[in-house]
């Protein structure tokens, strides 16, 4: 059985398909063709009745209990891996990723999928906080109060561009919302509506599997805004996830806070990630340096959050000699088809916009390349000039980087005093670079969510640790992650019970603690 033969063009309402006379089909990224199937494009209607679905089962699901939600997610990866080869094809097709790099990505999905599961069968994520009754306290006596977290509602998931998998509609915001009690909608990428069915539907066989509510999850799609405006405006839905660009996070966000019950919107939208190369190390090394860093801009075409868009430099010979390797390892990239249609035009428009600003140089382009396919740029230019030009500090989302050159430490403490809120900050340093990296700590310690030493930004690792967001306009709430154990904070909220009597009580908090979650009693770690 082929892809095609699996893919009906089917929006998925609850446990039902629906189709729609209008329809659209994906592109072939690296062909520009048409791929096989129409997909359907979700309504007005559509959408309402999905959250309608969402909101009824919500009360139902946030109180299954955490080994219900933790055997439901692994039951979400059981399903994704039974689909073999033919999710990253799909994906492959419409993205023009390498099927190494989605069968990776789907690894990814997955394991992040049993991650949530391992968190929920800990129990800490919920926070279960007990302060018995002092009713002989003076001078006055204090109620019994218990603290535990719930899911908010029902959750929109927007689809990412980059990763058809990891950050779309199995991915880490949708894992993280089920993990917390919360039901999904998800809205499909317009340019991976069959990756997206895929996925979609083995999370509805999940459903089914595990006994749960319909409206646990469903799968909107089509290429007009005008369906995601709709999803976020829909009273049932109570947060979103987000991962595009700082335009969408914007609109998404505008949408959310003019609702007559605003909600938060946890946008992960634009970021340069600079990268130091302190001066022991630069010295020592400037000719690795170079090569690596090309290697990492390069990867994935740059299509990456956490691509390393800046270089922070002091001026001098060692500088020179990172930049010679640099335009040298970049004369081998060979040109790879970019995600979209539009991001390519995008990419070029704002390679031609950063050639143009006053006192920016050219250092290098990457070989000429063919239809949507990126040409890397590499370009150069002085701390006086990043100071005053804020276009230096856009995001172009692709291969493209700018190295900056500070005459001292006090420019380069002065430019990252300028930098705009990142994901991520990486200082190359030898022991001898300590005392100016301390420098900067306290200012990238402001500026990014992840701060790296001898390594490159491109890789998320999918941890307890790891954070991904960071101050605006990196994210629009830099107290957030969409990556990692963390993730699933941004879709609970804490709610107190004072002195309820037991059998009202949630099971996390009842005098047997039946769920046998770790607790703090009275300040103290407790079971």
């Known amino acids: 059985m082929t892809t095609s033969d699996q893919l009906l063009g089917e929006l998925l309402i609850g446990s039902r398909t629906r189709s729609r006379p209008e329809t659209f089909r994906a592109i072939a990224a690296a062909t520009d063709e048409a791929l096989p199937v129409a997909f359907s494009c979700a309504t007005a209607e559509d959408v309402r009745d999905a959250c309608a679905l969402a909101d009824a089962a919500f009360d139902s699901y946030r109180a ?35 099927m190494a ?11 992040q999928l049993r991650m949530f599961a391992r968190l929920l069968r800990a129990g800490h994520c919920l926070a279960a906080r007990i302060d018995p009754a002092q009713p002989e306290r003076k001078p006055t006596p204090r109620a019994d109060l218990r603290q535990i977290r ?10 990412a561009s980059n990763f058809p998998l990891a950050f779309s509609v199995a991915g880490g915001d949708t894992a993280s919302a089920l993990a917390a009690g919360c039901p999904v909608v998800a809205r499909a990428h317009p340019a991976h509506p069959g990756t997206s069915e895929l996925a979609g539907k083995a999370i509805q066989r999940a459903v089914a599997r595990c006994g749960l509510p319909e409206g646990v999850f469903s799968l909107i799609g089509g290429p007009e805004h005008a369906i995601g405006a709709a999803l976020v405006r829909d009273p049932a839905i109570m947060a979103v996830g987000f991962t595009g660009s700082r ?7 505008a949408i959310a806070a003019t609702r007559p019950v605003p909600i938060p919107v946890y946008a992960e939208m634009s970021s340069i990630n600079p990268v130091y190369l302190l001066p022991a190390a630069l010295s020592q090394r400037a000719d690795a340096l170079g090569a690596a860093f090309v290697a990492s801009l390069s ?12 270089i922070l430099a002091i001026e001098g010979d060692e500088l020179a000699r ?20 539009s991001i390519h035009a995008a990419y070029d428009e704002g390679v031609a916009a950063l050639e143009a600003r006053p006192g920016v140089t050219v250092l290098a382009r990457g070989p000429e390349a063919g239809p949507h396919a990126c040409r890397s740029a590499l370009f150069a230019a002085d701390a006086s000039i990043f100071l005053n030009d804020p276009v230096l500090a856009h995001e172009i989302f692709g291969s493209s ?3 900056l050159s500070c005459p001292d430490e006090a420019a380069l403490v002065e430019v990252t005093r300028a930098l705009e809120g990142q994901l991520t900050a990486t200082l190359h340093l030898d022991e001898a670079d300590t005392a100016l990296a301390g420098r900067l700590m306290p200012l990238l310690e402001r500026k990014a969510g992840r701060i790296l030493a001898n390594g ?3 890789g998320v690792e999918v941890c307890d640790a790891m954070v991904h967001g960071g101050p605006f306009p990196a994210t629009s709430d830099p107290r957030s992650t969409s990556v990692g154990t963390g993730a699933i904070e941004r879709f609970l909220r804490p709610v107190c019970y004072q002195d309820l009597p037991d059998a009202l009580l949630p099971d996390g908090l009842k005098a047997v603690n039946p769920l046998g979650l770790a607790r703090t009693v009275d300040g103290a770690p407790a079971h």
């Open 456 to 458: 490159w930004p491109t």
């Open 299 to 310: 990867m994935g075409t740059g299509q990456f959050c956490t691509s390393p868009g800046l």
């Open 401 to 403: 980087s700018l190295i």
């Open 64 to 98: 299954a209990t955490p080994e219900v939600r933790a055997t439901f997610l692994e039951t979400i990866a059981e399903e994704l891996e039974a689909l073999g080869d033919a999710l990253p094809e799909r994906a492959s097709q419409e993205s023009g990723l390498t």
């Open 150 to 159: 719930i899911g908010v509602g029902p959750i929109a998931v927007f689809g």
């Open 247 to 253: 335009k969408g996070g914007f609109a998404l966000s």
């Open 101 to 111: 790099r989605l069968r990776g990505e789907r690894g990814r999905t997955t394991g």
């Open 322 to 341: 990172f930049k010679g390797a640099a335009v040298e390892a970049l004369a081998g990239v060979a040109p790879q088809s970019m995600l979209t249609a």
